[in-house]
């Protein structure tokens, strides 16, 4: 058999291996996401407000279900949820909202007394503004986040992130799902295993990190970055519209140097299967 012939062969297999392993993403994803849009017969509302003396900490954990986090000037934390039951109405009683509070932190956890119970929890939270999210984590479910806060580290695992404001350290990370990041000022550590990162931004004022396995990345700046740049792929091209000082070696799947002077902060984009761009706004 011909090395040509062979060669034809390894990629056909390879092209193929690609596929199947993208429609297994599809698949999986839209099962989940079956599983928290279905149609819930029953439902109970919750809120509870807790007055703060300054911005401390504030933690959630959910299992099934969103969790929408926003900042506000007032002084206290704001959390309202609505339990869904599919099935039985009683089920809603099997999962309660557990709520700690203190004069500079509040930790709200959701526990389920059995498993495999067919109800989700929906959060909407406001929290004084620059306080730091400890964690903010769900399962089955998407997170969503704006306004100003010192940190926050966003957690799922079937489910997107989005990211909108002011944050000092972002760090937020999906199995399962992708991450839309807007307008964030601060440093920013992304990762995900089967999505795209996409982010929309003014300027990199601080390190940003962003890695996936199955999908793409796009970084779309408005203003010239003064940072070390690297971007690395395997399967899929890089594309930079700004200049860049090449350090090392360069090709379609990786480029490496400086952009300005390259004594601002690291931009490091990797992945493994799918396109890098870092475009002008």
Avoid at 195 to 204: M, R
Avoid at 209 to 216: I, L, M
Wanted: aromatic share 4%.
């Amino acid at each position: 058999m011909s090395t040509n012939r062979i060669s034809g062969i390894l990629r056909s297999n390879h092209i193929l291996s690609l596929f199947l392993l993208l429609l297994l993403m599809v698949v999986f994803s839209s099962a989940c996401e079956d599983f928290i849009d279905a149609t819930y017969k029953y439902e109970e509302p919750f809120s509870q407000t807790i007055a703060v003396k300054e911005p401390g900490s504030f933690s959630l954990s959910n299992i099934n279900g969103s969790i929408t986090v926003t900042s506000s000037p007032a002084m206290e934390v704001v959390i309202k949820a609505t339990k869904h039951a599919r099935w039985r109405k009683e089920d809603l009683d099997k999962v309660r909202i557990d709520v700690v509070g203190g004069e500079k932190s509040v930790i709200v956890e959701t526990v389920h007394e059995k498993r495999n119970l067919q109800v989700k929890v929906d959060y909407e939270i406001t929290v004084p503004e620059n306080m730091a999210l400890e964690l903010v984590k769900t399962v089955n479910g998407r997170v969503n986040l704006s306004g100003r806060f010192e940190r926050a580290q966003l957690r799922t695992t079937n489910g997107s992130i989005t990211a909108r404001g002011e944050v000092s350290w972002l760090e937020a990370a999906t199995t399962n799902g992708s991450l839309d990041i807007i307008q964030v000022k601060g440093k920013a550590d992304l990762k995900t295993t089967n999505g795209s990162i996409k982010l929309e931004l003014d300027e990199v004022s601080a390190d940003l990190n962003a890695r996936t396995t199955n999908g793409s990345i796009t970084v779309r700046l408005k203003n010239q970055p003064d940072a070390y740049f690297s971007a690395r792929t395997t399967n899929g091209s890089v594309r930079v519209d700004y200049p860049v000082t090449i350090e090392g070696t360069v090709n379609r799947r990786r480029i490496e140097g400086r952009m300005g002077s390259g004594q601002g902060p690291r931009i490091e984009l990797h992945t493994t299967n799918g396109s890098i761009s870092l475009m002008k706004i």
